[in-house]
T-cell receptor
């Protein structure tokens, strides 16, 4: 199993550009989530999904959209990038019955100029 | 969810046991204690969890006090690869999924 994969690893955007961060898992996990990590702030939940076709907001959802058309994929879209979205983004997945035991991807380091 | 308090940083000599404390004095009876770690530039990694009994797996041991108000993660023979930020989290097994679960954690440095 590849586990949780994320692409790209690094990305530089200009303010106002849009892009999609990709996340995929091959463990047939129902639960998937996106976090951002900023220095000194731990990880903050952006959006999450408990299954295909179901998504919901976390703590910091503004400026981000998600969709879950398949169990495997959970892309994160930045609609109009802002410098405040400069961060490291992690995708995670788990079984719904044990969603606190999450498997994390390697992260995407995003810089918005 | 109960709030946790961890030291900001700790050092440990290579080969010695690393004991990482966590206070969770407001923990409720059906909340579990989870530990994750994050090695620099990687995604967090689940380590272990427990309710009230001590737990051990191939990575670590978890000691929870009898009153459940604190716990200690033990890495029995720390190596340089154990240098990481360690997160202590208190959660219900099934709860609202929209809660933030990670705080600043403890930065453990294993010293040669």
């Amino acid at each position: 199993n590849a586990g949780v994969t994320q692409t790209p690893k690094f990305q530089v955007l200009k303010t106002g550009q849009s892009m999609t961060l990709q996340c995929a898992q091959d463990m047939n996990h129902e639960y998937m989530s996106w976090y951002r990590q900023d220095p000194g702030m731990g990880l903050r939940l952006i959006h999450y999904s408990v299954g295909a076709g179901i998504t919901d907001q976390g703590e910091v959802p503004n400026g981000y959209n998600v969709s879950r058309s398949t169990t495997e994929d959970f892309p994160l879209r930045l609609l109009s990038a802002a410098p405040s979205q400069t961060s490291v983004y992690f995708c995670a997945s788990s079984r719904l019955s044990s969603y606190n035991e999450q498997f994390f991807g390697p992260g995407t380091r995003l810089t918005v100029l | 969810d109960a709030k946790t308090t961890q030291p900001t940083s700790m050092d440990c000599a290579e080969g010695r046991a690393a004991n990482l404390p966590c206070n969770h004095s407001t923990i409720s009876g059906n909340e579990y204690v989870y530990w994750y770690r994050q090695i620099h530039s990687q995604g967090p990694q689940y380590i272990i969890h427990g309710l009230k009994n001590n737990e051990t797996n191939e990575m670590a041991s978890l000691i929870i006090t009898e009153d459940r108000k604190s716990s200690t993660l033990i890495l029995p023979h720390a190596t340089l690869r154990d240098t990481a930020v360690y997160y202590c989290i208190v959660r219900l097994m099934k709860t609202s999924y929209d809660k933030v679960i990670f705080g600043p954690g403890t930065s453990l440095s294993v010293i040669p």
